[in-house]
């Protein structure tokens, strides 16, 4: 016959493995589910050379420009107006190599004039183990939408 003692022993040892299993759970779940957006490419300060509002929208990147910042076709990106602190969200299609052309379409180019100083940025979800070892593509150009190092 078990003894009181013996029985309180089960169940604080049964608890103590319920918890254990309950948290490494919970921290399978955050590795595997939990993911980081973390910046994944920028260029910096581009000049835009055209806002087209009849385009159907977009924005027309320079394909020298995203193969450098591994931005894709049709990628998200972000484009901040340092000129006037206007924000805004679309997608990149690529314009002409060595054209510079970095062109606003659609109704952004309400927000957004020739001439403007930008950032266009993207991003990517990362899991937890990626996180240290990320580092964004970082592209700068002149006034000319040329890279300079």
Do not use: W
């Amino acid at each position: 016959m078990r003894t009181l003692e013996g029985i309180n022993n089960s169940v604080e040892i049964t608890r103590n493995i319920y918890v254990f299993l309950l948290l490494n759970y919970a921290k399978f779940l955050q590795d595997i589910f939990m993911k980081i957006n973390l910046l994944k490419s920028k260029i910096h300060r581009a000049t835009v050379t055209t806002a087209n509002l009849d385009y159907i929208g977009s924005i027309s990147i320079d394909k020298d420009l995203m193969n450098a910042a591994n931005i894709y076709d049709f990628e998200e990106v972000h484009v901040l107006n340092i000129t006037n602190g206007q924000r805004l969200v679309t997608y990149a299609i690529p314009a002409p190599k060595q054209s510079g052309e970095i062109c606003i379409n659609g109704a952004a180019a309400h927000l957004v004039s020739q001439g403007d100083l930008v950032i266009i940025a993207s991003y990517a979800s990362f899991n937890q183990e990626e996180v240290n070892d990320h580092s964004p593509a970082i592209v700068h150009v002149n006034e000319k939408n040329k890279i300079v190092e």
